[in-house]
């Protein structure tokens, strides 16, 4: 298993270059299933994820081609739907990648049948699909649970139809499932209490351009007229903000000194505020974000909520910021029960964290000890790197897998910013 290595205490200073955004490659990647046509995409992340999520559409018979020899540009990738023969997510891919189950929504729309592999528990909590599963039942689909696996049916071969869906809790890809769903349904479907995250309004301009009706996305309802079928588009993928934001506090928390290019700051709001909030200086340009880290580094109290409120996926960063900022802050996290699991290791190189229910409360201190440590999800990950480049001495990070899930070359993009880091195999 391979682990990184990070000798810590090297302020980051440079520019580095964010790249497309996983959240937003992954159903983007599934809306090819759409169509008979081609899907071009651009700035698609190099990363474990959107492999997973290659194999799995190819193993349906997505025909999917990279672009090779001299006018390569990279994160280029075009999919074609024309061959699909399996309608199914099976549990291997499921359970190494939850958003597998973006498959559903457009395949039962477009084929009328879909069989896919139930998620089941992961690291940072249960989290169920009874509101994808809620939403495809309003719009006619015929859903049973067999081994394991959602098998949804169209009665008749016919087509869903349009409906009215309130979805009960904010769901990213709930939303993005039945949005997908509802471009090939017949009539009208408006989603209620959807998800607001930029992904959302991403994979909507990628579905337009195919050809789909749709408004709202962006707000928290979505009106969606299904039309015939859908066709070829070419789109190219948002910049991954919990990217952009994972380079910002690295580069606060070392006291440093760094341009992101590539990115948007009008999608990272709360994040740069917070980061303001902490004493850092920010000053934005067009696809850019600078971050200056001088004096004192000051605890931020936060909440995690839906989009456009703090990202539960920058929590674990902000949780490292905090251990070594004067004074106290609590960290409350409501998206996932399970979501302090960085906690004990943060604590094994000296940081002092309580936690009661859903809450921490995190008090800063002078100084990060070296250690071994083991990564538990992805952007736990996150945060134990940050840990060990403020650290003194050498951290070891194990299980570094999870890392590679979602963040492109993370070890080269920081060497190249000065940090101490490689990859142990
Ligand atoms: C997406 C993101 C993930 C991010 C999360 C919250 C992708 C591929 N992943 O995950 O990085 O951390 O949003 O911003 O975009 N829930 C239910 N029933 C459902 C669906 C969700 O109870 O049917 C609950 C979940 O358990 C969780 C909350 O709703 O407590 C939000 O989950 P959701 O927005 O669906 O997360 P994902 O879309 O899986």
Not at 192 to 200: D, F, G, I, K, L
Not at 216 to 238: F, N, Q, Y
Not at 294 to 301: E, F
Request: net charge neutral; aromatic share 2%.
């Amino acid at each position: 298993m391979q682990k990184l290595a990070i000798q810590g205490g090297i302020s980051l200073r440079g520019d580095v270059r964010i790249s497309g955004a996983k959240n937003a490659a992954l159903p983007i990647m599934c809306a090819s299933l759409l169509s008979a046509d081609t899907l071009h995409l651009s700035n698609v992340p190099d990363l474990h994820d959107v492999v997973t999520m290659r194999k799995l559409l190819a193993q349906m018979g997505v025909n999917i081609l990279v672009p090779q020899g001299d006018n390569v540009r990279e994160g280029e990738l075009s999919l074609h739907g024309a061959q699909i023969d399996k309608l199914e997510a099976p549990y291997d891919m499921v359970k190494t990648m939850r958003a597998s189950v973006l498959v559903l929504g457009p395949l039962i729309a477009r084929f009328g049948e879909a069989r896919v592999s139930l998620p089941g528990g992961c690291a940072i909590g249960s989290r169920p699909v009874d509101q994808h599963i809620k939403g495809l039942q309003a719009m006619g689909a015929i859903i049973s649970i067999e081994h394991g696996y959602i098998h949804a049916q169209v009665p008749q071969g016919g087509k869903l139809k349009g409906a009215r869906i309130l979805f009960d809790i904010v769901s990213v890809t709930g939303t993005e499932n039945l949005m997908m769903a509802a471009t090939l349904a017949k009539g009208i479907t408006v989603l209620e209490n959807a998800a607001r995250e930029p992904e959302v309004v991403d994979l909507a301009h990628c579905l337009i351009a195919m050809g789909a009706k749709i408004i709202g996305a962006g707000s928290d309802t979505i009106t969606i007229t299904g039309v015939e079928k859908l066709h070829g588009a070419s789109h190219r993928i948002m910049p991954d903000r919990i990217e952009s934001g994972t380079f910002l506090v690295a580069a606060a928390a070392t006291r440093g000194n760094i341009v992101l290019h590539d990115t948007r700051a009008d999608i990272l709001d709360t994040i740069l505020e917070k980061l303001t909030e902490a004493g850092a200086k920010i000053r934005v340009g067009k696809d850019e974000i600078a971050l200056t880290m001088q004096g004192a580094l000051k605890s931020v109290n936060l909440r995690t909520a839906p989009y456009p409120a703090f990202p539960t996926d920058m929590q674990a960063q902000f949780m490292t910021l905090n251990t070594i900022a004067d004074g106290s802050a609590m960290i409350v996290e409501t998206i996932f029960e399970n979501r302090f699991m960085h906690v004990q290791e943060l604590r094994r190189l000296g940081a002092q964290i309580d936690i009661e229910g859903n809450t921490a409360l995190v008090r800063g201190t002078p100084k990060l000890e070296g250690a071994t440590v083991m990564a538990t999800d992805l952007r736990a990950s996150a945060s134990l790197v940050i840990a060990g480049l403020v650290a003194e001495g050498e951290t070891i990070i194990d299980r570094i897998y999870h890392l590679d899930r979602g963040y492109e070359r993370i070890e080269a993009k920081l060497s190249q910013l000065g940090a101490n880091i490689r990859r142990i195999k």
